[in-house]
């Protein structure tokens, strides 16, 4: 038997699309209050009726970047009272910039992910973790990919991002011990969603090629995953899902139809 997590607080980052979206979703199906962060609330707050209506106890949306250092502390500690108790973080906020060979790359990609990616994650769970630790309650779930698990030609910062999410996990796993707090890395490998044309610098004829000829996974399927993590009972960690579709092995290997 799975637990239940009516009426805990999620706080999802990068909730506003994609598999943040999706996950916002899956979660508010069952009963959560949703904790919601995007860049801007623009398109998180026409979210809030229909999350309501799925099931959720309660939504609460404020804009973050979780780059942005001193904003996400301040933020977080800001935080109404009534949704400072979080229970679930979903360390989700994360891009990639580009797809060129490291010796030719513009830095400026290099910074964007890195600070969204690895430094953002790190921020936001330094400011959620102590409250996690002091109430002996909680559960970290990191996005991790199966470029964390394999680098490929042209992703090199991106996959070092999505590397250190996954020793990350494993640390915080280990100075976590003796605590009742889980951690969650989930790997998804190709997701149908904004990503590639996000890499692309809003290119989508070159982000539909990513994608074509084969089935990606979609952003339901990774939350549905999520979902699954965090209802495991309370003894169960569940460490690591490398999730892939049935066309796609490794973050290189895909099967296309002619
Ligand atoms: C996203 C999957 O294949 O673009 O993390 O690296 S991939």
């Avoid at 979703?25 to 999350?51: F, H, N, Q, V």
């Avoid at 949306?61 to 979903?90: G, H």
């Avoid at 996000?198 to 084969?214: H, L």
Wanted: proline share 3%; aromatic share 6%; net charge negative.
């Amino acid at each position: 038997m799975g637990i239940s997590i009516r009426g805990k607080i999620v706080f999802i980052t990068g909730a506003s699309a994609g598999i943040g979206k999706a996950t916002a979703m899956a979660l508010a199906a069952e009963g959560a209050k949703l904790l919601l962060c995007a860049r801007s609330t623009d398109a998180l707050d026409p979210m809030r009726d229909e999350l309501l209506a799925a099931g959720a106890e309660a939504v609460h949306n404020f804009a973050l970047d979780v780059s942005k250092r001193a904003d996400v502390a301040a933020t977080i500690a800001a935080l109404p009272a009534e949704w400072s108790a979080i229970t679930i973080l979903v360390n989700n906020a994360g891009l990639a910039r580009g797809m060129e060979k490291l010796y030719l790359d513009d830095i400026d990609h290099w910074e964007e992910m890195i600070d969204t990616n690895t430094k953002g994650l790190l921020y936001v769970t330094r400011a959620v973790l102590p409250g996690m630790v002091d109430r002996n309650e909680g559960h970290v779930v990191n996005m991790g990919s199966t470029a964390g698990w394999m680098a490929y030609g042209g992703g090199a910062v991106y996959c070092a991002t999505k590397a250190a999410e996954k020793i990350l996990s494993e640390a915080m796993r280990i100075d976590l011990m003796g605590k009742a707090v889980r951690v969650t890395s989930i790997d998804p490998g190709m997701v149908e969603t904004r990503f590639s044309e996000v890499r692309f610098g809003g290119d989508k004829e070159r982000a539909a090629k990513v994608y074509a000829n084969t089935t990606p996974l979609t952003p339901d399927d990774v939350a549905d995953a999520i979902r699954w993590a965090v209802t495991r009972p309370a003894h169960v960690n569940v460490s690591s899902m490398l999730l892939t579709s049935i066309d796609q092995a490794n973050a290189v290997t895909v099967n296309r139809r002619a």
